[in-house]
């Protein structure tokens, strides 16, 4: 039997768009149904967008939504797009919700840009959720990494094993 999967979106990088006349970026849309779209996904999912923010700007309010989200969610197979800054702090706030596969991801240049790691990186978290035992994963930089075990290194722009 194939379960669906439940795509939360919250913003980062991922869904960043670039108003010139502003010159800045601003998270707006979410990709992820275009992305799904034009890689012929036909495994069932679902989309909710949760919130449209940079993961600086996430409190612990904003985690307790995601987890209350996922608690409330009938799919098991969850992938949370989300910002690489704090990426690892919401992954700790949702250990411990059993019975379910939960992946996170992002991306370190926005899915609208043509050389964007954001479609490579959906597709991981896409399989990790279908192929992974019940935990809470961070799949980044071509890598499925168990939460608890990653961190987001700054100077190389990567996620890497905690030492």
Excluded: C, W
Aim: charged letters at 20%; zero cysteines.
């Amino acid at each position: 039997m194939t379960y669906p999967i439940l795509v939360l979106t919250t913003g980062g990088t991922f869904d960043k768009q670039y108003f010139d006349a502003l010159s800045e970026y601003q998270i707006a849309e979410s990709m992820v149904p275009k992305l799904l779209q034009v890689a012929r996904v036909t495994h069932p999912f679902r989309t909710a967008e949760l919130m449209r923010k940079d993961s600086l700007e996430l409190t612990d309010a904003d985690r307790t939504a995601i987890r209350t989200a996922i608690e409330g969610a009938p799919e098991t197979a969850i992938v949370v797009i989300h910002g690489t800054d704090t990426m690892v702090q919401t992954a700790a706030e949702l250990e411990g919700l059993a019975g379910r596969t939960i992946v996170l991801v992002g991306a370190l240049a926005p899915a609208r840009f043509a050389e964007s790691d954001a479609a490579f990186n959906l597709g991981m978290a896409f399989a990790g959720a279908q192929a992974l035992t019940p935990g809470v994963y961070i799949t980044m930089n071509g890598t499925v990494f168990p939460a608890k075990q990653v961190v987001k290194d700054r100077a190389q722009n990567a996620f890497v094993p905690k030492t």
